[in-house]
């Protein structure tokens, strides 16, 4: 699926929980049948947005395994991976590494994998990376290789101005909730510049959870094209999350 051709919002799944521990309550890592069913799951539920990453520990590799057994949905879904921060498999732990040899390493392991990436982001995505010579070069390596669509995963309101601006990037990721709102002026911009802007942490980190409808419908409120991520690995939870996410629409 073109990522320009997504209109509307749409809630889309964030697979950091399916490769390891993450979150306002960090439970046990899901075995891979558990995830198979997970994911089985999203997609018969209409989810077609699916965001993962190396630092995500072992979830490139399980979406990987799951889309080579469902090769006539693949077509219907956004499949984006990132490149910029490793995961450390003897610590456990995230690095960040912008090199371009790093970057290329990253890129080739996860088109390895996945076989097709629709969204390449930059993870990580400061001043500094964003500048950064070796980066750009990455990208353009990743152009040849047949990525179309770039994105950028931002936390700061300077790099998310840059990324607006930047031709290269059709794509902007953040965090935006009630609680966090730093990004408000910026969806409105991306909107108005034709980007796809894509929401993490619409629970901030799960503390508005227990009105999950009243967090999607304030995140609604904004009018733009792209994704709203759920981050949750839980059948239970996914369906909860979709039942809110319908309800704020229709309350908007």
């Known amino acids: 699926m073109d990522v320009k051709s997504i209109k509307h919002v749409h809630l889309g799944s964030g ?17 891979e049948q558990e995830v198979f069913n997970f994911l089985s799951f999203a997609v018969k539920l209409g989810i077609s947005y699916f965001d993962t990453a190396p630092a995500y520990g072992t979830s490139e590799e399980r979406l990987a395994k799951f889309l080579t057994s469902h ?5 219907k879904l ?8 490793q995961w450390n ?15 290329k390493k990253s890129f080739d392991r996860s ?16 001043m500094q990376a964003l500048q950064n010579p070796d980066v750009l070069k990455a990208f353009a390596y990743a152009k040849e290789r047949g990525i179309k669509q770039f994105g950028a995963s931002v936390s700061d309101l300077e790099s998310a101005a840059y990324v607006l601006n930047s031709p290269l990037y ?10 966090n709102q730093t990004f408000s002026k910026i969806i409105d911009q991306a909107t108005k510049k034709g980007k796809i802007v894509v929401i993490n942490r619409p629970f901030n980190m799960g503390k508005n959870a227990d009105d999950k409808s009243e967090a999607f419908r304030f995140i609604l409120q904004k ?28 309350n908007l």
Request: no cysteine.
């Open 111 to 126: 088109l390895a994998l996945l076989k097709q990436i629709d969204l390449l982001y930059l993870h990580k995505a400061h």
């Open 89 to 103: 498999t003897e610590t456990n732990e995230g690095f960040v590494d912008h090199s371009y040899e790093a970057l």
């Open 170 to 179: 059709s794509v902007i990721q953040f965090p935006y909730n009630k609680e």
């Open 223 to 250: 009018k733009f094209n792209g994704f709203i991520l759920t981050g949750t690995k839980s059948i239970k939870h996914l369906q909860e999350n979709y039942t809110a996410f319908r309800e704020a629409i229709n």
């Open 78 to 85: 956004i499949v984006a991976t990132k490149f910029g921060e």
């Open 15 to 31: 697979l950091i929980g399916i490769g390891r521990k993450w979150g306002h309550v960090q439970s046990t890592i899901p075995n």
């Open 71 to 75: 090769v006539q949905e693949r077509e």
